[in-house]
């Protein structure tokens, strides 16, 4: 399993940025994909999740109505979609891979999103 993050960066308040995930190596349109973030001293936490077939999507609180998770199972390709960025979504972003929730799945290596003016 190779889980490619790319898109981070340093962004103002109140701006967007657009993560993308390019996977291999496992039958990609039969797995939940989701996105995970860990700030610095704080615990990895879930940010968005999506079904194989993309009809189901969930979202932190913390980021719900601000960000928006997709993919495109021809392209093996997960997407975050970050609007009205702060300082609290500064952390690095993982991509995660797995067949159920109940797994722990698989990680690819993180994509550093840094908010500050």
């Known amino acids: 399993v190779q889980l490619q993050a790319s898109g981070g960066g340093l962004v103002q308040p109140g701006g967007s940025l657009r993560l993308s995930c390019a996977a291999s190596?496992?039958?990609?349109?039969?797995?939940?994909m989701a996105w995970y973030r860990q700030a610095p001293g704080k615990q990895r936490e879930l940010v968005a999740g999506?079904?194989?077939?993309?009809?189901?999507?969930k979202y932190a609180d913390s980021v719900k109505g601000r960000f928006t998770i997709a993919r495109d199972n021809a392209k093996n390709m997960v997407y975050l979609q970050m609007n009205s960025l702060n300082s609290d979504d500064t952390a690095v972003y993982y991509c995660?891979?797995?067949?159920?929730?109940?797994?722990?799945?698989?990680w690819g290596q993180g994509t550093q999103v840094t908010v500050s003016s």
């Open positions: 999506i079904s194989s077939g993309g009809g189901s999507k």
């Open positions: 995660n891979t797995r067949r159920t929730w109940q797994m722990t799945g698989s």
């Open positions: 190596g496992f039958v990609f349109r039969n797995n939940i």
